[in-house]
Nanobody, 126 residues
Framework: EVQLVESGGGSVQAGGSLRLSCAVS????????MAWFRQAPGKEREGVASITRFTGDTYYADSVKGRFTISQDNDRRTVYLQMNSLKPEDTAMYYCAAQADWCGGTWYKISVYNYWGQGTQVTVSS
């Protein structure tokens, strides 16, 4: 079974940067689309960014466009989320997720993902 392990979270001041990593235990058909989600206290989990492993095509939530970048290193089986110009509203638990279909118009929907990591906390102070 695919396992996803996130790392790289921490506390940073507004305007700072962090890079999250998601280590993937194995690449299978179930890891075609890799994504990052986040969940702040009292809020629903929301899609942040996704990448289709075979094409490198990416999608972003409007709230992070121009500030966050999702990328992958297939040799290391790792997906990254580079977060720049962080804001207090970016504070959340960040989760890595994988699904079998190519990322597309439904990339942000929680229900299409089969595998989830345990999450890594990101805290941005003002």
């Amino acid at each position: 079974e695919v396992q996803l392990v996130e790392s790289g979270g921490g506390s940073v001041q507004a305007g700072g940067s962090l890079r999250l990593s998601c280590a993937v235990s194995e690449y299978t058909y179930s890891t075609t689309c890799m994504a990052w989600f986040r969940q702040a206290p009292g809020k629903e989990r929301e899609g942040v960014a996704s990448i289709t492993r075979f094409t490198g095509d990416t999608y972003y939530a409007d709230s992070v466009k121009g500030r966050f970048t999702i990328s992958q290193d297939n040799d290391r089986r790792t997906v990254y989320l580079q977060m720049n110009s962080l804001k207090p509203e970016d504070t959340a638990m960040y989760y890595c997720a994988a699904q079998a279909d190519w990322c597309g118009g439904t990339w942000y929907k929680i229900s299409v993902y089969n595998y989830w990591g345990q999450g890594t906390q990101v805290t941005v102070s003002s």
